[in-house]
């Protein structure tokens, strides 16, 4: 039990520092290394939108189109 609040308080406390850590890491990045970063975790969700908003906007034109050449 004492092992397990001294553990806890520990981690409790060290949470606050957290937050200065990742931002001194991140200062010291340029802004190559940056965009890079951000870009790896989340290239493939890019990859998706870009998909999904091609075939949205595939229909919606395709639905456009239709109904003018239906009501000309």
Do not use: P
Request: charged letters at 20%.
């Amino acid at each position: 039990r004492l092992m397990y609040d001294l553990i806890a308080r520990s981690a409790l406390h060290a949470q606050a520092l957290v937050g200065i850590v990742v931002s001194d890491a991140l200062m010291r990045l340029t802004d190559e290394e940056l965009n890079r970063l951000v870009y790896d975790k989340v290239e493939q969700d890019f990859l998706w939108i870009r998909v999904n908003g091609s075939l949205v906007g595939g229909c919606i034109g395709l639905l456009l189109f239709l109904g003018t050449q239906m009501f000309r």
